[in-house]
Nanobody
């Protein structure tokens, strides 16, 4: 069973940056299209960024131009570079393959506040 471990969250001021990491125990990680999701208090989980096995990326309108998703297949890790953070980016961030078929990890909390 695939295990996902997210890290890199924290408390940051508006306008700041964070880099999230997610390691996966999946065999042949490179063939999976991966995504970052987030869930804010009282809201449904939403996908914010995705990256295909060929490294084609896509972003939700709310983060486009501020977040960058990348992957290191050798390390079985996907990253989310978050710049120009806003208070509305506050959420627990998770990664998963794009169909969200793997068990969810514990996520990593991102809090944007002054």
């Amino acid at each position: 069973q695939v295990q996902l471990v997210e890290s890199g969250g924290g408390l940051v001021q508006p306008g700041g940056s964070l880099r999230l990491s997610c390691s996966a125990s999946a065999n042949i990680f490179s063939i999976y299209n991966m995504a970052w999701y987030r869930q804010a208090p009282g809201k449904q989980r939403e996908m914010v960024a995705s990256i295909t096995m060929r490294r084609i990326t896509d972003y939700s309108d709310s983060v486009k131009g501020r977040f960058t998703i990348s992957r290191d297949n050798a390390k079985k890790t996907v990253y989310l570079q978050m710049n120009s953070l806003k208070p509305e980016d506050t959420a627990v961030y998770y990664c998963n393959e794009v169909r969200a078929n793997w068990p969810w990890g514990q996520g990593t909390q991102v809090t944007v506040s002054s």
